[in-house]
């Protein structure tokens, strides 16, 4: 069994570019909104913050009051994004219950757009037409060509459906030549669907949701899931009992994370340079 | 085991069309952009030209040489997509292998593009946006509920991930709870999937790529596979094997076909509506 080290990668990732950054001569920003306040949130963006920093990519957080309209915040975020200084845009999700939260995402024009959430940024994605990726697909895929893992003549399983991790997971891979499921966190006997899997890709938010007696032995398992547990972030994947069956797992924290994180800054870069 | 009945259901829904459109007082027409001459694309042509006159929605040809470089049509496409008379614009598709195929797509503009093709007609659709579906999916969602066939607790694998009907389907179910599979033309083993599958969409393309010995008792299938054989009109699915074990079966002609076309009027009814 082989961890595969998302840290060791994203640092990696944030190095070369860097480097690229550096030789580019152009001032990059990323602008983070926040609505509301919230721990969990608040560490990942100390994360991004911390990461970009460190790279020489300025963060800046636009903070929302939690009773924030949708138009107001409509408003406002137009301002943001036209905004010549932030060169990317992203909302930290998910947006308080009142918002219409794809009304807002669609002020992000494509060019700013480093989380592919926008209608029209999404409509390039699944037309082919997109220079990156959704961060978390971005992530995924960097994370199996470092460790040589083939996932284009794999069966591949997608646990979950959500916007950030199964969706636009399921939207990379209908556009190449594999072949795939989804499994929801309502579908019945989801091992019938698992235990043919080569890889394993979640993203459910279920902590344990899938255990040993579901995989195949030598599967290659990807942990997206983000759940919170006694303060701790943990994933979907009981890691004690799947591990020994796999040949490859990612760690949680430490997986698919910190590389997500690389690849939005990954994705400012590729958007700015255009 | 029950026939489902697409020429039935496409009668009923032109029908349930004819009246909105007549109380509607607005002259609707489908611009439809054919590159090239071939004699099956030719019968489809004649087949919506036939469908859209009997509701009194014209249907106008605009032919162009099949050399025509892809600068030109783009050209020409915005001078059909931009007149008004034009309420809705298909282009016939394959185009040609010299012509950037989503580049033409991305000139119909999302209020006129009745296939949902564009970039930003399928960025609408994926963001929950859009008020037609690819009409492919919602001709299938029609047979589907015309026949009571719960659809929306089933394991459902989709054979084939084209531009027409697999991704369209993949796309659709993607955004509800159901458990879905893709599997491809190179998959291995399909029965695999396809064993556990409660509803099979295909549209492969292949003459009898699915047979009686790969599908399980009971299960629904949508055979949307196009292919020519002597001169006819073939599904995907080998009729005489699966139909005995089948509670629902499409017939090829005469199943997801017309109903295709009818969807096709109703999305231009509902954008034109706007």
Redesign the interface.
Known sequence: MILLDGKKLSGKILLELKEEITGMGKKLRLAVVVVGENPVVRKFIEQKKKFGESIGIDVRIYPFDEKITTNELRKRMSEIVHEEKNTGVIIQLPLPSQINT?YI??SITPEKDVDVL???????F????SQIMPPVAGAIRALLEEYGIDYKNK?IVIVG?GNLV??PV??W???E????????S??QN?Q??LK?ADIIISGVGRPKFITGDMVKEGVVVIDAGTSESEGKLVGDVDFDSVAPKASFITPVPGGVGPVTVAILFKNLFTLAKK
Request: proline share 3%; charged share 20%.
């Open positions: 794809q995402l669609n926008s209608s029209r940024a999404l409509g390039n699944v037309s082919g037409k069966n459906a199964g969706k399921a939207l891979r209908l556009y030549k594999v072949t795939f499921g989804v499994v929801r309502n579908t989801p019938e669907f043919y």
